[in-house]
């Protein structure tokens, strides 16, 4: 019998997840038990404060439109509280962090009630016109063990 995780579970990995990976580069994190937009707070010792983060996970990727390449994404708030946004794919274990402004300036899709949608593909043989669409090496900048280090002093 195969286990299946429910929306719960998914987000609940992502967030662990993205504690883990920051616990093994120096950083502490701490779960919020709200539902206020930030799921974690994080602590870098060359910090002055906090900085908040709102996960947003993904189990695997799923064919686009339904059947067509493979792809992840992810919806999001514009008005977003929190600073950052780390956006995990459970299949891989993979996070990428954005700041805000990254994830809005890089969201391909932008409702009138305010969601975002990010999202890219997964299968690297599409074809591209001057990056479009985003493939998923086209943001290997943001994986969270080259975006953390810019983004959380450690004071050293």
Known sequence: MALTRNPLH??????????YRLLKLGLDSARMTTD???DL???APGAQEATTVQVKAVDRATPSGGTGRLAVGWNFP???????LAFVLLERDLVWLF??????????????KGARRLYWYTDLSIPQRDGVPIIETDVDQYLLERQAPLLFPTGR
Not at 10 to 19: K, R, S
Not at 104 to 109: N, S, V
């Open 99 to 112: 700041t805000r402004a990254q994830a809005r300036a890089t969201a391909q899709q932008h409702t009138e």
């Open 36 to 38: 206020a937009g930030i």
């Open 10 to 19: 998914i987000g609940a990995g992502g967030e662990l997840l993205v504690q």
């Open 78 to 84: 514009h008005d977003t509280p929190a600073q950052l």
């Open 41 to 43: 707070v994080v602590y």
